[in-house]
């Protein structure tokens, strides 16, 4: 079955970085959009990030452009968030999620067909 395997979550200092990775299996992963949301205690889940199937296009949220960078590793079937100038308004669970579909505006969960479990990731002022 399709696993999603998120880890790299963590405690950090305002200012600092995480790098989140997400190990896929189970699935063709090069022939996956590979998005990262974000859910808030109190809030929805929210879209962070979203990358192509070869990595040649990525979107971003407009709260996390010029901070975040997500990038995939076809070979090792593994997407990644890297995560700099962290803010305390930053502090969710983060998931990682798998689409079929186009990249382009695939900013809702409706969109996505695969989902990991979350990692927390907690940022202290």
């Known amino acids: 079955q399709v696993q999603l395997v998120e880890s790299g979550g963590g405690l950090v200092q305002a200012g600092g970085s995480l790098r989140l990775s997400c190990a896929a299996s189970?699935?063709?992963?090069?022939?996956?959009?590979m998005g990262w949301f974000r859910q808030a205690p109190g809030k929805e889940r929210e879209f962070v990030a979203v990358?192509?199937?070869?990595?040649?296009?990525?979107f971003y949220v407009n709260s996390v452009k010029g901070r975040f960078t997500i990038s995939r590793d076809n070979a090792k079937s593994t997407v990644f968030l890297q995560m700099n100038s962290l803010k305390p308004e930053d502090t969710a669970v983060y998931y990682c999620?798998?689409?079929?579909?186009?990249?382009?505006?695939?900013?809702?969960?409706?969109?996505?067909?695969?989902w990991g479990q979350g990692t927390q990731v907690t940022v202290s002022s």
């Open positions: 999620a798998a689409s079929s579909g186009s990249v382009s505006g695939n900013y809702y969960p409706g969109g996505y067909d695969y």
């Open positions: 189970g699935l063709t992963f090069s022939g996956y959009a």
């Open positions: 990358i192509s199937r070869v990595g040649g296009r990525t």
